[in-house]
Nanobody, 124 residues
Framework: RVQLVESGGGSVQAGGSLRLSCVANEYTYGFSTYCVAWFRQEPGKAREGVAALDKEGRETYADSVKGRFTISKDNAKKTLYLQMNNLVPEDTAMYYC????????????????WGQGTQVTVSS
């Protein structure tokens, strides 16, 4: 079982930066053995995959954030990060971290573990 707790959201102006963190309390396998990802969701819209890391550390990004967002993790600290630079108003959403032992990538269907979310608001 994995429990995920996000932090780092907030309100920024367009062009600004934020770094989201997600701490995992992991009870079954080592944190390094999980696929992890960040998703976001606006009210009334479907959840969207933003960035993902597979078990080999390969990164995947949504086209809308490539070159601006960077996903990383510290296995020793059991922490996942999302560095977000050059933010635009369209990045405004609730951001969720997620983990799954088998499912990797930007598809949210069937992913086992989710955090409670942290709000990011970007003003123009």
């Amino acid at each position: 079982r994995v429990q995920l707790v996000e932090s780092g959201g907030g309100s920024v102006q367009a062009g600004g930066s934020l770094r989201l963190s997600c701490v995992a309390n992991e009870y079954t396998y080592g944190f390094s053995t999980y696929c992890v990802a960040w998703f976001r969701q606006e009210p009334g819209k479907a959840r969207e995959g933003v960035a993902a890391l597979d078990k080999e550390g390969r990164e995947t990004y949504a086209d809308s954030v490539k070159g601006r967002f960077t996903i990383s993790k510290d296995n020793a600290k059991k922490t996942l990060y999302l560095q977000m630079n050059n933010l635009v108003p369209e990045d405004t959403a609730m951001y969720y971290c997620a983990a799954d032992y088998w499912r990797c990538g930007l598809v949210s269907d069937g992913v086992d573990y989710w955090g409670q979310g942290t709000q990011v608001t970007v003003s123009s």
